[in-house]
């Protein structure tokens, strides 16, 4: 349909403080829409409900980020003026559209999901995997279906989710009728992005790792983690030929320098390209990388930390902001929720045809 409203909805689980992974993976680009102009809503969900289906046990666990990626999301210039910053667990709406829609998805489908596979994996839960944990993938198609969002900004991993989400629309609506919206994904222009390695050179930033940049951490932390990154373990004099492949100072340089950087703390290469080349034939140190590396990345979250020191001498507003956000969301769920059961011939009390229809049966009998 040509006149929908564009709407997105993403959002992050609250298990700790939002790392520069989130922030090139997502958050960037999330501020990005938002100024777009192209959207006339936009969603952005703290999932606390999801993150008690593997948390279910430390549950102030999840309390304590509550406010944190509150912060973080308003740090890096989410606007509450543009966006709606909602919590998950206060959308029961939600809830009841994921249990609608657990009837429309096999066990074996949600078996073969490969980020349903690949966490579990690394959750080691393998035979004792707790049923929400298992489900979550209809829990987040409850959630996208819920705002009808048409644009669903994520990273690479979440791809098989968002077909799982498709799938329960297509039949949802091959079953009951034209009633949900489907989403489109929208991943990150910079392929550098899509999976941010952490600091050590592991495949992925990891809050449990230990390998993270936090968007919240101080300079001097942030210049201590940097001059401590990976590189090539065989690179070892300054003379020796250095390799790109594997070295996460280059990666994080992939995603974050711009041509205007070398100008400004690099002025003896024009731009990345350069940087690279004479890092590969030799003669370039680690030290003098990783240096202009922590430049670029100072220069991306001074003003992030400036923003959140703000915030956090004014939690009052940050509490407002998700209060207001939560009453938003719900609202437009239960618009939606309406919908479904209205599609579903649930609706009994809202639907004057209901009894009319029961009375003509009787009457017959």
Known sequence: MENRPQIILTGDRPTGKLHVGHYAGS???RVELQNSGKFDEIYIMIADAQALTDNADNPGKIRDNIIE???DYLSVGIDP???NIFIQSHVTELTELSFYYMNLVTVSRLQRNPTVKAEIQMRN?????PVGF????????ADITAFEATTVPVGEDQMPMLEQTKEIVHKFNSVYGETLVEPKIL???NKACLRLPGIDGKAKMSKSLGNCIYLSESEADVKKKVMSMFTDPDHIQISDPGKLEGNTVFTYLDAFCKDEHFAEYLPEYANLDELKAHYQRGGLGDVKVKKFLNNVLQEELSPIRARRAEYEKNLDEVYDILKRGSETAREKAAKTLAKVKHSMKID????ESFLAEQKKKYSNS
């Open 27 to 29: 958050l960037k680009r």
């Open 69 to 71: 990626v509150a912060l």
């Open 81 to 83: 003026a543009k966006a």
């Open 125 to 129: 839960f393998e035979a004792s995997i």
């Open 134 to 141: 298992f489900n979550y993938p209809i829990s987040q198609a």
């Open 187 to 189: 991943l990150p222009d």
């Open 348 to 351: 009994y009390f809202e639907d």
